[in-house]
């Protein structure tokens, strides 16, 4: 196909991202698919999560995880492969971000995990970042990220925290709803509360995860 009917880069920078990816699924999706979708997730980052720093960079990154989450769609992994579980809340700046990186840390290579925002602004509530390091846990590169179909199609499980009636709903997914408070705004002593409800309810999620 020629090039100039590929979708057209926001950033030239993003020329190097679409290459590696290209690489990576290669025999699966055209160098046209991988560039529109990196080109519409440097988009979405800008326009909807109010993404500002290191967009070529979260945009690869974000892009990667979609490339990754729609080839599991369209080729599902067999049964006993690891589980997919998706955290939603409004801002993907706060409890879902807590959420994932406490099932990530704690579960490690076992589940596949990700986090998404039906409104997503950023950056990441600075007290989160602090609780979650208090715990031990690392939480470096970071971003709010749009909801993407792709990546709630690829979910086993998606757990809501507060986005009301814009969260996700897919036929045959599980799906649990945590009502756990917000932080956005709130002290660090609060966080640390939420962090550990949070935690708590990681630990009963994990007693029903088969392999974990």
């Not at 679409?18 to 990576?24: K, M």
Request: charged residues 20%; hydrophobic residues 45%; proline residues 8%.
């Amino acid at each position: 196909m020629a090039e100039s009917s590929y979708p057209v880069l926001p950033d030239e920078r993003l020329t190097a991202g679409v290459a590696r990816l290209a690489v990576r699924h290669q025999g699966r999706y055209s160098v046209e698919t991988v560039q529109r979708l990196i080109a519409d997730s440097y988009e979405q980052l800008a326009a909807h999560a109010h993404v500002r720093t290191h967009l070529v960079v979260l945009a690869e990154r974000f892009a990667a995880e979609r490339l990754d989450a729609l080839a599991h769609v369209e080729n599902p992994v067999p049964a006993g492969a690891r589980l997919r579980v998706l955290f939603v809340c409004s801002h993907n700046a706060g409890r879902s971000q807590l959420a994932a990186a406490l099932l990530a840390h704690r579960a490690g290579d076992d589940v596949i995990v990700s986090s998404a925002g039906t409104h997503p602004s950023g950056p990441v509530d600075p007290h989160v970042v602090q609780a979650l390091t208090e715990a031990g846990i690392e939480f470096d590169e970071v971003y709010p990220k749009p909801l993407t179909d792709e990546v709630v199609q690829a979910a086993d499980i998606v757990i809501t925290m507060g986005c009301g009636d814009a969260c996700p709903i897919v036929p045959g997914h599980r799906y649990l709803d945590w009502p756990v408070p917000d932080p956005d705004g709130a002290p660090i002593a609060v966080v640390r509360s939420i962090r550990d409800a949070i935690d708590d309810r990681i630990t009963a999620l994990l007693d029903t995860l088969p392999g974990t």
